[in-house]
């Protein structure tokens, strides 16, 4: 069958996204990987897929798969496109939309700007919803690294925003230390279903400079929740006020957070191609 899919980005983080509500297919992980293949596929960070909603109280369903063909909770820049997808090829003809992901119900706002606002709902600083084997809940934990023929010591926050994120606060994001913690970090033997890593520089209290290691698809260029987990980490540090630009490789976005309740994100989402592949 020939299956009808978009290729979108949020702030150069891209997506395959396939409408699984008019179409019928069912993905194997191993062509997951095939179609993420940047050169012998599609290419992409993440696979979308818009489904029925199980809960009548909603209006889809949002399933996400990382490059490597694992199934992952969340996805915030995924969240945006995934409004702009079921608002442009009518799926819907709402601008405030409810889904459900593995991790709980959002909501989705499309903008009179073109933007998406996403509630993003509660940070989790319980270990156990990351999951995460520390003893008891701290705002910063230690953590122990092989790193440059040693060990060494750094300090991280812990935060599931739906999926699981360790935010580090470094000089240098682009640093050859930030690029080789990347991957140590994701496969930590703390964290038991690898963890997304945030490495971010405070650059005043209303802006932050973030790069994430995404658990499952390697530094991309921009991560939804990455940037919301790095604000939460940074507010709870007291290092930033309630609005924050966080300045991504990809781009900015604008996280809010009282410190209590909701965390709101707002940025861009924009469709590059539609396509047809055979399978």
């Not at 699984?20 to 095939?34: N, S």
Request: aromatic share 8%; with cysteine.
């Amino acid at each position: 069958m020939l299956l009808r899919f978009s290729k979108m980005h949020g702030l150069g983080n891209d997506f395959m996204v396939v409408d699984l509500v008019t179409q019928h297919f069912a993905f194997r992980p191993e062509l997951v990987r095939q179609f993420a293949d940047r050169r012998f596929g599609i290419g992409f960070d993440q696979l979308l897929i818009v489904e029925p909603p199980s809960n009548p109280d909603v209006d889809f369903r949002y399933r996400i798969f990382n490059a490597d063909g694992s199934e992952v909770e969340q996805c915030g820049n995924g969240a945006r496109c995934f409004a702009r997808f079921v608002h442009d090829t009518k799926l819907t003809a709402k601008s405030l939309i409810k889904v459900e992901t593995r991790s709980g119900i959002i909501t989705l706002e499309l903008e009179s700007d073109g933007e998406v606002l996403v509630n993003m709902g509660k940070p989790h600083f319980e270990p156990s919803t990351l999951p995460f084997t520390a003893d008891k809940q701290q705002d910063q934990y230690e953590f122990n690294v092989p790193l440059n023929d040693g060990v060494q010591a750094l300090y991280a926050g812990a935060v599931s925003m739906g999926n699981p994120h360790v935010v580090m606060q470094v000089d240098d994001v682009h640093s050859e230390t930030v690029n080789q913690l990347g991957p140590l970090m994701e496969n930590h033997e703390f964290f038991p279903n690898r963890v997304n890593a945030g490495f971010m520089r405070i650059v005043d209290r209303g802006e932050i400079e973030l790069r994430v290691y995404e658990r499952g698809a390697g530094w991309t260029l921009a991560c939804g929740t990455g940037a919301c987990a790095a604000m939460v980490t940074a507010h709870l540090w007291g290092l930033v006020d309630d609005e924050v630009q966080v300045k991504l490789p990809g781009g900015h976005l604008t996280i809010s957070w009282s410190g209590e309740g909701d965390v709101m994100m707002k940025g861009p989402a924009d469709r590059v191609f539609d396509g047809r592949i055979q399978v």
